[in-house]
Protein backbone atom coordinates (compact mmCIF):
# COMPACT_ATOMS: atom_id res chain seq x y z
CA UNK A 1 0.00 0.00 0.00
CA UNK A 2 1.36 3.47 -0.88
CA UNK A 3 1.22 5.88 1.65
CA UNK A 4 2.28 9.39 0.65
CA UNK A 5 3.64 12.45 2.31
CA UNK A 6 1.58 15.09 4.26
CA UNK A 7 1.19 18.69 2.90
CA UNK A 8 -0.97 21.09 4.88
CA UNK A 9 -3.20 23.12 2.41
CA UNK A 10 -5.58 24.44 5.33
CA UNK A 11 -5.27 25.45 9.28
CA UNK A 12 -6.48 22.03 11.14
CA UNK A 13 -6.39 21.31 15.05
CA UNK A 14 -5.57 17.68 14.55
CA UNK A 15 -2.47 15.95 12.58
CA UNK A 16 -2.90 14.51 9.15
CA UNK A 17 -2.17 10.85 8.78
CA UNK A 18 -1.22 9.59 5.05
CA UNK A 19 -2.65 12.36 3.48
CA UNK A 20 -1.12 13.45 0.40
CA UNK A 21 -1.89 17.57 -0.40
CA UNK A 22 -0.18 18.88 -3.09
CA UNK A 23 -0.12 22.43 -4.40
CA UNK A 24 0.92 21.85 -8.40
CA UNK A 25 -1.58 19.94 -10.43
CA UNK A 26 0.32 17.20 -11.34
CA UNK A 27 -2.30 16.11 -14.53
CA UNK A 28 -4.46 18.67 -16.22
CA UNK A 29 -7.94 19.47 -13.97
CA UNK A 30 -10.92 17.57 -15.95
CA UNK A 31 -13.74 19.43 -14.57
CA UNK A 32 -16.80 16.72 -15.14
CA UNK A 33 -20.43 16.73 -16.01
CA UNK A 34 -22.77 16.16 -14.19
CA UNK A 35 -22.30 16.61 -10.41
CA UNK A 36 -22.97 14.04 -8.44
CA UNK A 37 -24.17 14.84 -4.45
CA UNK A 38 -22.16 13.40 -1.20
CA UNK A 39 -23.08 11.55 1.67
CA UNK A 40 -21.59 10.30 4.63
CA UNK A 41 -19.91 6.91 5.19
CA UNK A 42 -20.83 5.77 1.92
CA UNK A 43 -18.61 5.39 -2.00
CA UNK A 44 -19.73 8.73 -3.73
CA UNK A 45 -17.97 7.52 -7.03
CA UNK A 46 -20.44 6.66 -9.15
CA UNK A 47 -19.58 3.20 -10.84
CA UNK A 48 -16.61 3.01 -9.44
CA UNK A 49 -16.55 -1.22 -9.95
CA UNK A 50 -17.39 -0.85 -13.89
CA UNK A 51 -20.21 -2.93 -13.46
CA UNK A 52 -22.51 -0.52 -14.76
CA UNK A 53 -23.01 -0.59 -18.92
CA UNK A 54 -21.72 -3.16 -20.50
CA UNK A 55 -17.41 -4.13 -20.90
CA UNK A 56 -15.45 -4.80 -24.30
CA UNK A 57 -15.51 -8.59 -24.43
CA UNK A 58 -12.48 -8.40 -26.99
CA UNK A 59 -10.36 -5.63 -26.15
CA UNK A 60 -9.90 -4.03 -29.27
CA UNK A 61 -12.60 -1.37 -29.19
CA UNK A 62 -11.72 2.52 -30.64
CA UNK A 63 -13.59 5.16 -31.18
CA UNK A 64 -17.15 4.70 -31.61
CA UNK A 65 -17.44 0.89 -30.37
CA UNK A 66 -16.23 2.12 -27.00
CA UNK A 67 -19.01 0.99 -24.60
CA UNK A 68 -20.74 3.76 -22.76
CA UNK A 69 -18.92 4.07 -19.17
CA UNK A 70 -22.18 5.18 -17.10
CA UNK A 71 -21.06 7.96 -14.36
CA UNK A 72 -17.91 9.21 -16.58
CA UNK A 73 -16.88 11.40 -18.83
CA UNK A 74 -13.58 9.85 -20.73
CA UNK A 75 -10.84 10.82 -23.05
CA UNK A 76 -9.05 9.14 -25.65
CA UNK A 77 -9.96 5.50 -25.55
CA UNK A 78 -10.80 4.96 -22.22
CA UNK A 79 -12.38 1.83 -21.80
CA UNK A 80 -14.22 -0.92 -19.58
CA UNK A 81 -12.83 -4.60 -20.33
CA UNK A 82 -14.34 -7.73 -19.08
CA UNK A 83 -12.13 -10.27 -17.45
CA UNK A 84 -10.70 -12.59 -19.37
CA UNK A 85 -11.65 -10.80 -22.52
CA UNK A 86 -10.55 -12.87 -25.56
CA UNK A 87 -7.56 -10.55 -26.70
CA UNK A 88 -6.89 -10.34 -30.29
CA UNK A 89 -4.12 -10.34 -32.97
CA UNK A 90 -2.25 -7.70 -35.31
CA UNK A 91 0.84 -8.33 -37.60
CA UNK A 92 3.72 -5.96 -36.84
CA UNK A 93 6.18 -3.63 -39.50
CA UNK A 94 8.42 -6.94 -39.27
CA UNK A 95 5.34 -8.85 -40.34
CA UNK A 96 5.36 -10.68 -37.06
CA UNK A 97 1.48 -11.46 -36.10
CA UNK A 98 1.39 -10.72 -32.35
CA UNK A 99 -1.23 -11.96 -29.60
CA UNK A 100 -2.76 -9.67 -27.73
CA UNK A 101 -3.93 -10.63 -24.35
CA UNK A 102 -5.74 -9.31 -21.35
CA UNK A 103 -6.13 -9.67 -17.55
CA UNK A 104 -8.18 -13.14 -16.95
CA UNK A 105 -10.70 -13.85 -14.35
CA UNK A 106 -7.80 -15.42 -12.14
CA UNK A 107 -5.54 -12.65 -11.82
CA UNK A 108 -4.64 -10.65 -8.66
CA UNK A 109 -7.31 -8.67 -7.82
CA UNK A 110 -10.43 -7.92 -5.59
CA UNK A 111 -12.15 -10.73 -4.23
CA UNK A 112 -15.50 -9.19 -5.41
CA UNK A 113 -14.49 -7.40 -8.86
CA UNK A 114 -17.62 -8.57 -10.84
CA UNK A 115 -17.47 -8.49 -14.59
CA UNK A 116 -15.63 -5.65 -15.76
CA UNK A 117 -12.68 -3.63 -14.90
CA UNK A 118 -11.65 0.01 -15.91
CA UNK A 119 -8.95 -0.28 -19.19
CA UNK A 120 -6.74 2.41 -20.78
CA UNK A 121 -7.97 1.46 -23.85
CA UNK A 122 -6.73 0.42 -27.22
CA UNK A 123 -5.13 3.27 -28.73
CA UNK A 124 -1.44 3.84 -28.79
CA UNK A 125 -1.80 6.59 -26.04
CA UNK A 126 -2.78 7.86 -22.79
CA UNK A 127 -6.73 8.59 -21.60
CA UNK A 128 -8.42 9.46 -18.56
CA UNK A 129 -12.08 9.44 -17.07
CA UNK A 130 -13.29 12.01 -14.82
CA UNK A 131 -16.32 12.89 -12.89
CA UNK A 132 -17.11 15.55 -10.67
CA UNK A 133 -18.74 15.31 -6.54
CA UNK A 134 -20.94 17.88 -5.29
CA UNK A 135 -20.23 17.93 -1.10
CA UNK A 136 -21.88 21.01 -0.29
CA UNK A 137 -24.32 19.28 1.60
CA UNK A 138 -21.27 18.39 4.00
CA UNK A 139 -20.02 21.80 4.65
CA UNK A 140 -20.74 22.17 8.01
CA UNK A 141 -18.94 19.63 8.94
CA UNK A 142 -15.92 20.13 6.48
CA UNK A 143 -15.68 23.44 7.51
CA UNK A 144 -15.64 22.47 11.16
CA UNK A 145 -12.22 20.20 10.34
CA UNK A 146 -14.12 16.87 10.76
CA UNK A 147 -14.34 15.78 7.16
CA UNK A 148 -11.66 12.38 6.77
CA UNK A 149 -11.66 10.72 3.59
CA UNK A 150 -10.67 7.60 2.24
CA UNK A 151 -9.30 6.71 -1.02
CA UNK A 152 -8.68 3.59 -2.13
CA UNK A 153 -8.88 1.27 -5.31
CA UNK A 154 -7.84 -1.80 -7.19
CA UNK A 155 -4.80 -0.15 -9.79
CA UNK A 156 -2.49 -2.27 -11.68
CA UNK A 157 -1.06 -3.37 -15.18
CA UNK A 158 0.36 -6.08 -17.61
CA UNK A 159 3.16 -8.20 -17.18
CA UNK A 160 6.48 -5.68 -17.89
CA UNK A 161 4.59 -3.00 -19.51
CA UNK A 162 5.17 0.40 -17.71
CA UNK A 163 1.56 1.80 -18.65
CA UNK A 164 0.15 2.63 -15.16
CA UNK A 165 -2.91 4.33 -13.72
CA UNK A 166 -3.57 7.03 -10.88
CA UNK A 167 -6.27 7.75 -9.00
CA UNK A 168 -6.54 11.55 -8.20
CA UNK A 169 -8.87 13.78 -6.26
CA UNK A 170 -8.88 17.22 -5.93
CA UNK A 171 -10.61 19.08 -3.55
CA UNK A 172 -12.64 22.70 -4.92
CA UNK A 173 -13.93 25.52 -3.44
CA UNK A 174 -16.87 27.25 -4.41
CA UNK A 175 -15.06 29.10 -6.95
CA UNK A 176 -13.70 25.82 -8.47
CA UNK A 177 -9.95 26.49 -7.14
CA UNK A 178 -7.96 24.12 -5.79
CA UNK A 179 -7.21 23.09 -2.33
CA UNK A 180 -5.16 20.21 -2.37
CA UNK A 181 -4.99 17.04 -4.21
CA UNK A 182 -4.83 13.38 -2.57
CA UNK A 183 -3.85 10.29 -4.92
CA UNK A 184 -3.14 6.78 -5.24
CA UNK A 185 -0.94 5.17 -8.15
CA UNK A 186 -0.89 1.47 -9.65
CA UNK A 187 2.65 -0.26 -8.49
CA UNK A 188 5.42 -0.25 -11.07
CA UNK A 189 5.75 -4.10 -12.89
CA UNK A 190 9.13 -4.45 -10.78
CA UNK A 191 7.23 -3.59 -7.33
CA UNK A 192 4.10 -6.09 -8.60
CA UNK A 193 7.28 -8.36 -9.78
CA UNK A 194 6.18 -8.75 -13.42
CA UNK A 195 2.62 -10.04 -12.45
CA UNK A 196 0.00 -9.48 -14.84
CA UNK A 197 -2.87 -8.20 -11.68
CA UNK A 198 -4.30 -5.25 -9.68
CA UNK A 199 -3.26 -4.33 -5.99
CA UNK A 200 -5.24 -2.34 -3.55
CA UNK A 201 -4.02 1.11 -3.30
CA UNK A 202 -5.18 3.84 -0.39
CA UNK A 203 -4.64 7.10 0.67
CA UNK A 204 -7.02 9.20 3.51
CA UNK A 205 -6.68 12.04 5.46
CA UNK A 206 -8.24 15.75 6.42
CA UNK A 207 -10.73 17.10 3.34
CA UNK A 208 -9.55 20.93 3.57
CA UNK A 209 -11.67 23.53 4.92
CA UNK A 210 -14.23 25.00 2.14
CA UNK A 211 -14.39 22.31 -0.26
CA UNK A 212 -17.39 22.15 -1.94
CA UNK A 213 -16.54 19.83 -4.87
CA UNK A 214 -14.25 16.83 -5.52
CA UNK A 215 -13.07 16.37 -8.87
CA UNK A 216 -12.15 12.56 -9.54
CA UNK A 217 -9.94 11.99 -12.29
CA UNK A 218 -8.65 8.34 -13.22
CA UNK A 219 -4.94 8.54 -15.54
CA UNK A 220 -4.61 5.66 -17.88
CA UNK A 221 -0.81 6.75 -18.65
CA UNK A 222 0.38 4.74 -21.69
CA UNK A 223 4.50 4.01 -22.30
CA UNK A 224 4.53 1.68 -25.00
CA UNK A 225 2.84 -1.75 -26.47
CA UNK A 226 0.24 -2.44 -28.77
CA UNK A 227 -2.66 -1.10 -25.94
CA UNK A 228 -2.78 0.83 -23.20
CA UNK A 229 -2.59 -1.57 -20.84
CA UNK A 230 -3.20 0.60 -17.58
CA UNK A 231 -6.31 -1.18 -15.36
CA UNK A 232 -8.35 -0.06 -12.21
CA UNK A 233 -11.13 -1.26 -10.41
CA UNK A 234 -13.20 -0.83 -7.13
CA UNK A 235 -12.28 2.36 -7.17
CA UNK A 236 -13.72 4.09 -3.56
CA UNK A 237 -14.05 7.64 -1.65
CA UNK A 238 -15.73 7.44 1.01
CA UNK A 239 -16.24 10.67 3.63
CA UNK A 240 -16.88 10.23 7.42
CA UNK A 241 -17.69 12.56 10.21
CA UNK A 242 -15.46 12.42 13.21
CA UNK A 243 -16.38 13.61 16.21
CA UNK A 244 -14.69 17.10 18.03
CA UNK A 245 -12.52 15.88 21.21
CA UNK A 246 -13.81 17.58 24.44
CA UNK A 247 -11.84 19.77 26.03
CA UNK A 248 -12.07 17.30 29.35
CA UNK A 249 -10.19 14.70 27.19
CA UNK A 250 -7.56 16.92 26.05
CA UNK A 251 -7.24 18.05 29.70
CA UNK A 252 -6.59 14.06 30.76
CA UNK A 253 -4.38 13.62 28.01
CA UNK A 254 -2.13 16.81 29.46
CA UNK A 255 -2.90 15.14 32.89
CA UNK A 256 -1.14 11.82 32.14
CA UNK A 257 2.02 13.93 31.50
CA UNK A 258 2.88 15.52 34.74
CA UNK A 259 4.71 13.72 37.25
CA UNK A 260 3.05 11.94 40.28
CA UNK A 261 3.44 14.75 42.89
CA UNK A 262 1.84 17.45 40.23
CA UNK A 263 -0.83 14.90 39.10
CA UNK A 264 -2.11 14.02 42.86
CA UNK A 265 -2.48 17.71 43.79
CA UNK A 266 -4.58 18.37 40.69
CA UNK A 267 -6.49 15.21 41.50
CA UNK A 268 -7.89 17.18 44.02
CA UNK A 269 -9.19 19.97 42.81
CA UNK A 270 -10.45 17.86 39.72
CA UNK A 271 -14.63 16.85 39.95
Known amino acids: MNKLTIFPFFS ?48 NAVGANIPTIPGWTTTGSFSVLKYGATGF ?92 IASITSPTPAQRNNITGLFLQSNDGFVPVGTRQINVLLNANYVRGRVNDAYADNLSLVITKVPEPSISGFLLIGLSCLPAWKLRRYRQVLP
Open 12 to 59: QGMAKIGTTLITGLTFSLLLSSPIYAATFGTNLIVNGDAEQGQGDPIG
Open 89 to 180: SFTNPSGNVVNVTFPGIDVPGPSDRGANLFFGGASRASSSASQLIDISDLSSTIDAGQGTFNLKGWLGGYSTDEDSAALKITFLDQANNSLG
